[in-house]
């Protein structure tokens, strides 16, 4: 785990100008920036940036959050993640605190395999740019296959040479372990001699999502009998091939933004399409989809589309996946390739715009072509044709999350029409299997523990999303209560009176009365307080930076501005300016008198309830004494405080 004094250091430098400024091209306006939204298209600027409350807030769709959160929405980073990457940027060296020897050794290792497979991608590259051999064989063969050089240079591309030790004598010059460089499978170790792995192959280095490289995809060059068409990494401690997509690293902003991820095979399929333009695309690698896989489409869209070739094999592998799709609620279609093409051939024989019509007007549901597909394979067969009622209702009944229900009825209704079956029986079928899983549930849930190495957090907590802008859909009490929270962000430290602090005052006037409702704004001022009584000085910027995102998020909710005061206002404005000095008191009186006044009223209500009870003429003076009693008081508040407006 990183260390809070290298996140303290971290929290120190950062600069959301800056950092947001890496992906948004802003202008200042007044004491803000301004730019166009990279969350929703827009054609007019609705994107600010706060340098003075450290954060960000779109105005059109409503995103708002600070440094960290803006990567982990934009670049889907874990917490982790994000950290690591402004640590790198604001030169931080990152601390972490005492783990294991073994687990120690193991991110050693790691780290070592990373610097290894650098060093590597860079190798290749310059032998497919540089060297004669990598020229005349590799690069003619890429050219020939209509890769442009902007796109090869983008993804990294790159050559092995054919002697047997190139890399190898080049990698144990620079002085890397010999040992890790067998582990990378880069290299082979034969006779005691090493040897390249790679040699006479088109490298396709696969990165991780922040760009680092985990391992490489090596493929012969034309067609070779006996040697297979791709060598790919073995598994090592960075590099596990069930979790990975190629391209996802290049892929993702697209998808997020088309809120869509087409799904190919290869990595020639991939880099094809991006060459045309169209990007929101990954390839499995030619593997079955796995779990891990299809959580990391999730992280960017519920919409995945699966382009696959025409043939039989391409059905089949198309097919693999989909209940584990389904089980990870992901809207799935398929798209099948003419036969005897594949994406990567189609769309070079008929052009990117033709390409994107073709999949928008082939699009399956993969759940109806399941049933087109086996109902094909079964025939007249009853034994299979039963087989395939099981196994349609078995994927059906993946669908059982409540907001699933209306979808899982309509395939359902459309199913049995087409198995010619009762959609009452087949209902029944799913409903069974519904149970069959829930009675295998109950025995215990699993856990999964996630490795805090920046790679992988399929658990991780999700990417901030903040609550939607509708401040005029909140009632008027959460506001307030909004309202106060703020004050004790902005103003606690200021001092109240000589023996009192801001926050001590809202402290005894609020929170032991029990006078906030909203739970989130309860944890957040409980959070202040605990560090305020330690001794710590506690500020806005402590939250915005807290691991916890529900907390962060809450409190850029509260702190977000809605207004700024122009720098120009002083040149229209005769007389001196109110500053923070002269009105915070005044700010925190009036949240603190709402919310005595709100309770006032509510008390009110509770005794006039009482009163509608039968009681004795003892009980009822009483109650009318305590109901004039609370009445005066809000009175009295109202005179004393100025005028407060209820509903």
């Known amino acids: 785990m990183i260390t809070q004094q290298t996140i303290q250091q971290i929290q120190s430098r950062i600069d959301v100008v800056e950092v947001v400024g890496s992906f948004v091209k802003l202008k200042k306006r007044g004491v803000n920036y301004i730019g166009l939204c ?60 005492e783990v294991s020897p073994e687990l120690k050794a193991q991110y050693q290792v790691a780290d070592s395999l990373y610097i290894i497979n650098q060093f590597a991608q860079q190798y290749f590259a310059e032998k497919l740019f540089n060297s004669e051999e990598g020229e005349d064989i590799a690069m003619s063969y890429l050219k020939e296959r209509g890769f442009r050089e902007e796109v090869i240079r983008k993804f990294q591309i790159g050559y092995c040479l054919q002697d047997r030790d190139a890399f190898a004598k080049a990698a144990i010059a620079a002085q890397y372990n010999p040992e890790y460089l067998q582990k990378s499978g880069l290299i082979v170790v034969r006779d005691e001699r090493p040897y390249d792995n790679y040699r006479g192959r088109i490298i396709f280095p696969i990165h991780n ?97 699966i382009i696959y070739d025409g043939d039989a094999a391409g059905v089949k592998a198309a097919l693999r996946g989909l209940d584990l799709a389904i089980e990870e609620g992901l809207n799935v279609k398929l798209v099948l390739i003419p036969d005897k093409e594949d994406p990567d051939s189609y769309v ?17 549901d993969f759940i109806l072509f399941q049933v087109e597909i086996l109902l094909k394979d079964a025939g007249d067969d009853t034994n299979k044709k039963a087989a395939l009622v099981n196994q349609i209702a078995e994927t059906i009944a993946k669908l059982n999350k409540t907001e699933d229900f209306t979808k899982q009825q309509d395939y359902i209704r459309r199913c049995a ?10 209902n029944n079928l799913v409903n069974k299997f519904i149970r069959d899983k829930v009675q295998k549930q109950e025995g215990g849930k699993q856990s999964f523990q996630q490795p805090d190495d920046g790679q ?12 939607e802008d509708a401040g005029s859909l909140f009632n008027k009490d959460e506001m307030n209560e909004r ?12 001092p109240w009176d000589e023996n009192r602090r801001v926050a001590d005052y809202i402290f005894e006037e609020s929170v032991e009365q029990n006078m906030i409702d909203n739970k989130e704004l309860v944890r957040v001022m409980e959070t202040y307080k605990v560090w305020y009584d330690e001794g710590i000085e506690p500020s806005t910027k402590n939250f915005l930076y807290h691991e916890d995102q529900t907390l962060s998020a809450m409190v850029v909710t509260v702190t977000e501005f809605a207004y700024e005061l122009s720098t120009k206002w002083s040149e229209h404005f005769d007389g001196k300016m ?34 509608q009870n039968p009681h004795t003429s003892e009980e009822l003076m009483v109650l009318l004494q305590t109901h004039m009693h609370l009445k005066q008081l809000e009175q009295d508040m109202i005179k004393q405080n100025g005028t407060v407006i209820l509903k």
């Not at 807030?57 to 670049?75: A, D, P, T, Y």
């Not at 052009?351 to 399956?364: L, T």
């Not at 029409?417 to 087949?426: A, K, N, Y």
Request: proline share 5%; charged share 25%; aromatic share 10%.
């Open 578 to 611: 109110p500053t923070i000095e002269d009105t915070y008191r005044a700010d925190v009186t009036s949240a603190i008198t709402y919310l005595k006044i709100r309770k006032i009223r509510r008390l009110m209500e509770e005794n006039q309830r009482d009163m």
């Open 417 to 426: 029409d087409l198995l010619r079956i009762e959609e009452v029986g087949l």
């Open 209 to 305: 999502q922040s760009g680092k490289v985990l391992g490489f995809g090596a493929r012969v060059i034309g067609k070779v009998d006996r040697a297979p068409k791709y060598i790919n990494t073995p598994e090592n401690e960075i590099y596990h091939k069930s979790k990975i997509l190629y391209g996802s690293y290049f892929a993702r902003q697209s998808i997020d933004k088309n809120d869509e991820c087409l799904l190919v095979e290869g990595y020639t399929d991939v880099v094809s399409l991006h060459q045309a333009g169209i990007e929101n695309v990954v390839a499995s690698g030619g593997t079955s989809l796995t779990p891990d896989q299809l959580r990391l489409v999730k992280k960017y869209t519920k919409n995945l589309t």
């Open 348 to 364: 070079n024989k008929i052009g990117a715009s033709a390409f994107q019509d073709f999949i928008k007007a082939n699009k399956k």
């Open 456 to 467: 992988y957090y399929d658990d991780a907590p999700p990417p901030f999303i903040p609550e």
């Open 483 to 494: 309202g106060m929270v703020r004050c004790l962000l902005e103003f606690g430290l200021k």
């Open 38 to 97: 990279p969350f929703h298209n827009e054609k007019s600027p609705s994107f600010s940036v706060s340098p003075t409350k450290e954060i960000y807030k779109c105005f059109g769709c409503g995103k708002s959050g600070n440094s960290i959160s803006f990567l982990m929405e934009h670049e889907k980073y874990s917490y982790v993640e994000a950290l690591r990457w402004l640590a790198n940027k604001y030169n931080v060296e990152i601390e972490e605190t």
